[in-house]
């Protein structure tokens, strides 16, 4: 069964320092990678994903994740944080799609605050 | 672009009520999806819809939860009887093709309900 797993509920940042969301995932062959932010009060923002190719992914407003086969990580990363990037961050995974017609669920994390202190 | 149109935004309903959700997809977007997201927890999917048929819906808690999408467009989702436990935000989501694993979902930005 697919999983991903993100290991810290609380990320804190400076403003201007590099930030990093970890995340990990299990899946039975190659996965399809995905990194979600919620604002307060908001719907699920699609930032980015990883299906092939160069594993370093960017995405919207200079967020950038590196797909790690080896150690079944997907970290989103920022060189530079700002304080409107304190969100809710959602990694999620999805398998190949299966023989047969049946269906493979986007299957999310716990997600991760992201707090940007000024 | 119009993005994934959901309402209400809000309710707050009693125990024992019922409530329906509408959502109304990306034009084009053939798949539309059902998600549920308590507080402190991922979302999690209720229900898929291709065109107008459904794809998935094991974990839809089929005695109280209901949905449907009967033009292929627009769908609806309706709790009866509402329990303490359905405090939740319903996030409808959209996609483009079902056949590739990789396509994007795209959300609206949610039905927030309290059973109180």
């Known amino acids: 069964a697919q999983s991903v797993a993100q290991p810290e509920d609380q990320v804190n940042v400076a403003e201007g320092n590099p930030l990093t969301v970890k995340c990990t995932y299990s899946?039975?062959?190659?996965?399809?990678l995905f990194w979600y932010v919620q604002y307060p009060n908001r719907g699920l923002q699609f930032l980015l994903k990883?299906?092939?190719?160069?594993?370093l992914v960017k995405g919207s407003y200079g967020f950038e994740a590196e797909f790690n086969k080896s150690q079944t990580s997907f970290h989103l990363k920022k060189p530079s944080a700002l304080v409107s990037d304190s969100a809710l961050y959602f990694c999620?995974?999805?398998?190949?799609?299966?023989?047969?017609?049946?269906?493979?669920?986007?299957?999310f994390g716990t997600g991760t605050l992201l707090a940007v202190q000024p | 672009e119009a993005g994934v149109a959901q309402s209400p935004r809000y309710k707050i309903i009693e125990k024992r009520q019922s409530v329906a959700f509408w959502c109304n997809p990306i034009s084009g977007h053939a798949t539309l999806y059902w998600y549920q997201q308590i507080l402190g927890q991922g979302p999690k999917l209720l229900i898929q819809?291709?065109?107008?048929?459904?794809?998935?819906d094991s974990q839809l808690p089929k005695d109280r939860f209901s949905a449907e999408r009967l033009k292929g467009v627009d769908s609806t989702l309706k709790i009866q009887p509402a329990k303490l436990e359905d405090s939740a935000v319903y996030l409808c989501?959209?996609?483009?093709?079902?056949?590739?694993?990789?396509?994007?979902?795209?959300f609206g930005e949610g039905s927030w309900l309290t059973v109180v």
């Open positions: 990883y299906i092939t190719g160069d594993n």
């Open positions: 819809f291709q065109n107008n048929g459904v794809v998935d």
């Open positions: 999620a995974v999805r398998g190949p799609l299966p023989y047969g017609g049946a269906t493979n669920k986007l299957i």
């Open positions: 989501a959209s996609s483009s093709v079902r056949g590739s694993a990789g396509n994007t979902i795209y």
């Open positions: 899946v039975s062959g190659n996965p399809y």
